[in-house]
């Protein structure tokens, strides 16, 4: 009988304790909201255009001023960052036209998404996929991000 209660607690013990991965989905998408509005605010200082680039492994902020591409690998907030796990399918869509660019492959070209540098943006939608979960996050156009999904 003692046996068994272990067991039983310790199955219940190692279920609680596996993070639920359409929380973790949801957690990377809003950290990308948020960065982006960072981004955002970075292109208005340095009124340099910044575009967040995205592949199914990962993505990144990049810097393009005078012909030449750089990241912020130094900068803690706006480095480059990994999708955990990787992604299956990722979508940006705008929202005004309708226009959809996906990336179902992972030797497939990124994904790039200006920081808007302007006040009032095109809305437009991120939808992220894994093998374990979906989640679509809404920009409006005041570039503030929300969970539709």
Do not use: K
Not at 70 to 87: C, H, K, Q, V
């Amino acid at each position: 009988m003692v046996l068994v209660l272990i067991a039983v607690l310790a199955g219940v013990v190692t279920i609680s304790s596996r993070p639920d991965p359409q929380q973790a989905l949801v957690q990377q998408a809003q950290r990308v909201g948020l960065l982006m509005g960072l981004a955002a605010d970075e292109a208005r200082l340095r009124r340099e255009p910044i575009d967040w680039e995205a592949d199914l492994r990962g993505y990144r902020f990049v810097l393009e001023s005078d012909s030449a591409r750089a990241t912020f690998a130094r900068d803690d907030m706006l480095r480059e960052r990994s999708w955990d796990p990787p992604l299956t399918r990722l979508a940006v869509i705008d929202l005004q036209s309708g226009t959809v660019r996906s990336l179902l492959s992972a030797e497939a070209a990124p994904v790039r998404v200006p920081a808007a540098q302007e006040w009032v943006q095109a809305p437009w939608r991120l939808e992220l996929r894994n093998e374990l979960a979906a989640v679509a996050v809404e920009f409006d156009a005041n570039g503030h991000a929300g969970i539709v999904q």
